[in-house]
């Protein structure tokens, strides 16, 4: 493990820390709609500056960017981690709160039943990721490139400008998901060489001003009402600060073994729902109308992302129990498989 986190370069590390920050953050104060005064406008700066949709979409990116190379055991590996989480979840529900049967339903099939969007579009990109990557390496850069132009005029500036999400989701579905997956192989396959880092990081910080300056105007619009419209997860402002930063971290390559340890639990911080955790200890939306609201949400996003650091520690052991009895289980299936004419046959025609 020590040699992986030595090769793993810090400056992509830090940035899925800091898009798991920003996710965190965001869900916390939500909508903002219980906000006002000085609140309402830090919700506004919060929201532009340290949002979902950023998140997600650096996450996928950086898949994209690597690849996901799925396998067998990464595939039982992300499985695990997932399930272990939800099941984790439902019992500190049980613990702390009330928990429909609906919602348990939810909880035991976290994939299947969508219980949490980005872990089931995840685990279907993952899937069809073998499949992207054969276009993806027979592609020619021209035919690359015009898919690309096309998919980002489609799903993401008509939704930035005009408000109309083709894909019904507000980016958080598997279209916005699979596209940046494209979008971050492709700036792996076609580095933008001759795009300085200083473009990078004035394109970034512009989008974010033009962003910022975007949503004050629709708060105002709307009387006073909390609104983000240009930091959704499937608007070009919000692609235009990812894609930059994707690239400035992995032009600067830093290997910081802390980092490294830590953001190997990322996947099990987000699931894990660190805000839920720190509710327990205090509910910062008790200081929604007054001024230090603001530092307390920051340090409930702290506390709460320390705690799920720590149960990320404990649920890693049940997670590689249930992924070693997966492997059992396809063990045996694969054996069977090889015993049946028939399912050989499947097999053959498959492969």
């Known amino acids: 493990m020590s040699g992986n986190l030595k090769k793993r370069n810090s400056s992509v590390e830090l940035l899925r820390i800091f898009a798991l920050f920003s996710i ?49 055991k990464r595939f039982n590996h992300a499985y695990s981690i997932i399930y272990v989480s939800s099941l984790f979840l439902l019992a500190f529900r049980f613990v702390f709160s009330t928990v429909e049967l609906k919602e348990t339903v939810y909880y035991l099939l976290p994939v299947t039943m969508r219980h949490s969007w980005y872990a089931s579009c995840y685990i279907f990109t993952l899937l069809l990721s073998p499949f992207f990557d054969k276009i993806i390496e027979k592609a020619d850069r021209k035919t690359y490139t015009r898919f690309v132009i096309v998919a980002i005029g489609l799903f993401y500036v008509i939704p930035t400008f005009f408000y109309y999400d083709i894909a019904n989701d507000r980016g958080k579905g598997l279209i916005n998901m699979v596209l940046a997956y494209f979008i971050g192989a492709y700036l792996r396959k076609y580095p933008p060489e001759s795009i300085t880092n200083k473009t990078l990081a004035l394109t970034a910080a512009g989008s974010l001003l033009f962003s910022f300056a975007g949503n004050i105007a629709a708060t105002l619009v709307r009387h006073g009402e909390c609104s983000y419209p240009f930091s959704r997860d499937c608007t ?107 399912f050989r046959k499947i097999k053959n025609l498959w492969e």
């Open 236 to 342: 070009v402002t919000v692609l235009l600060v990812a894609a930059p930063l994707l690239l400035l971290a992995v032009r600067k390559e830093r290997h910081i073994s802390a980092v490294n340890f830590v953001s190997g639990y990322v996947f099990y911080m987000f699931l894990t729902s660190p805000n839920s955790l720190a509710k327990v200890f205090y509910n910062v939306s008790k200081l929604s109308d007054r001024i230090v609201y603001i530092p307390a949400t920051f340090i409930s996003v702290i506390a709460g992302l320390c705690l799920s650091f720590a149960v990320a520690l404990i649920l890693q052991f049940p997670a590689k129990l249930l992924q070693k009895i997966l492997e059992i289980i396809e063990s045996f299936i694969y054996r069977l498989i090889n015993e049946k004419p028939m």
């Open 24 to 72: 965190i953050l965001s869900h916390l104060i939500g909508g903002g709609k219980q906000l006002s005064g000085v609140n309402l406008y830090y919700a506004v700066f919060a929201n532009t500056f340290f949002n979902a949709g950023t998140g997600v979409l650096i996450f996928m990116l950086i898949t994209g960017y690597f690849g996901a190379h799925l396998t067998q």
